[in-house]
Nanobody, 126 residues
Framework: QVQLVESGGGLVQAGGSLRLSCAASGHTFSNYNMAWFRQTPGKERAFVAAIKWSGTSTYYADSVKGRFTISRDNAKNTLYLQMNSLKSEDTAVYYC???????????????????WGQGTQVTVSS
């Protein structure tokens, strides 16, 4: 399985921006569709965004559409999540996840993903 390490979380004021990164290692990054999920205390991880292995298609949860942008650099083995116009409800631990590219469309269900990072905390103050 591919190993994933997130970074870039922190404290930001409402309306501000952050960019999360997810560094992959151990397997060929372009063999995987990738996604971001987030989790708040007492809740299951929720889908945020996903991107195909080629970077040609992206998918978003309605709650972040128009504010967040997922992207990847296969040459750098890195996944990104640019988060703009942040709201207090975006506060969560953010996780990146990987699933083999044999799945034509990246899934939105947590259980479909094979590998996970350790998470990075994003806190948005109002």
């Amino acid at each position: 399985q591919v190993q994933l390490v997130e970074s870039g979380g922190g404290l930001v004021q409402a309306g501000g921006s952050l960019r999360l990164s997810c560094a992959a290692s151990g397997h060929t990054f372009s063999n995987y569709n990738m996604a971001w999920f987030r989790q708040t205390p007492g809740k299951e991880r929720a889908f945020v965004a996903a991107i195909k292995w080629s970077g040609t298609s992206t998918y978003y949860a309605d709650s972040v559409k128009g504010r967040f942008t997922i992207s990847r650099d296969n040459a750098k083995n890195t996944l990104y999540l640019q988060m703009n116009s942040l709201k207090s409800e975006d506060t969560a631990v953010y996780y990146c996840a990987a699933v083999r590219r044999s799945m034509l469309v990246p899934p939105r269900l947590e259980r479909e993903y094979e590998s996970w990072g350790q998470g990075t905390q994003v806190t948005v103050s109002s």
